[in-house]
T-cell receptor
């Protein structure tokens, strides 16, 4: 069965520092992978997606993610974090059965120190 | 913005009462989903719909039912609310790209 693991429940970084959020997936074929962000009290917003091709994908708000098949990972990165990046981040893989549902990790909450 | 609204946004209800949450979309998307979000669990799928009158169960469907009589509306019903159904409920739709989902603002439901 497909699954997604985000090993870090909370991460705290200083404003201006770099960021990496970890995501590991379990899926036999090439997965369709996503990162979503949720600001407090809001719904989820798509940051970026990977389907195929270039393994480094760019997203909104200066985020990028790298797909590494050998490590079953899809880590999210940002070179310089802004205070407004404080939010919860979810990695997800889409189920390729007829539902096209998303299977989410449990999320990583990012705190930004001034 | 896929024009997804949810109503109500907040609700407090008593154990044993029926509750219906509404999701409305303006994008004519075929697929619609109901998720619940609980701390430590991320989002888990309750039910989904792949067209008018076409629905199916997700991983946490016990105690919930859904209906979709129009493309734009997807209703989630708790037949007899329990405290374990206290959660934040999100509706989402998918357009042409599998997995690229658009989420509503959520409904916070408290069952006392």
């Amino acid at each position: 069965a497909q699954s997604v693991t985000q090993p870090d429940i909370h991460i705290t970084v200083s404003e201006g520092a770099s960021l990496e959020l970890r995501c590991n997936y379990s899926y036999g074929a090439t997965p369709y992978l996503f990162w979503y962000v949720q600001s407090p009290g809001q719904g989820l917003q798509l940051l970026l997606k990977y389907f195929s091709g270039d393994t480094l994908v760019q997203g909104i708000k200066g985020f990028e993610a790298e797909f590494k098949r050998s490590q079953s990972s899809f880590n999210l990165r940002k070179p310089s974090v802004h205070w407004s990046d404080a939010a919860e981040y979810f990695c997800a893989v889409v189920s390729m059965d007829s539902s096209y549902k998303l299977i989410f990790g449990s999320g990583t909450r990012l705190l930004v120190r001034p | 913005d896929a024009g997804i609204t949810q109503s109500p946004r907040h609700k407090v209800t008593e154990t044993g009462t029926p509750v219906t949450l509404r999701c409305h979309q303006t994008e004519n998307h075929r697929y619609m989903y109901w998720y619940r979000q609980d701390p430590g669990h991320g989002l888990r799928l309750i039910h989904y719909s792949y067209g008018v009158k076409d629905t199916d169960k997700g991983e946490v469907s016990d105690g919930y039912s859904v209906s979709r009589s129009k493309t734009e509306d997807f209703l989630l019903t708790l037949e007899s609310a329990t405290s374990s159904q206290t959660s934040v409920y999100f509706c989402a739709t998918t357009g042409q790209v599998p997995g690229e989902q658009y989420f509503g603002p959520g409904t916070r439901l408290t069952v006392t």
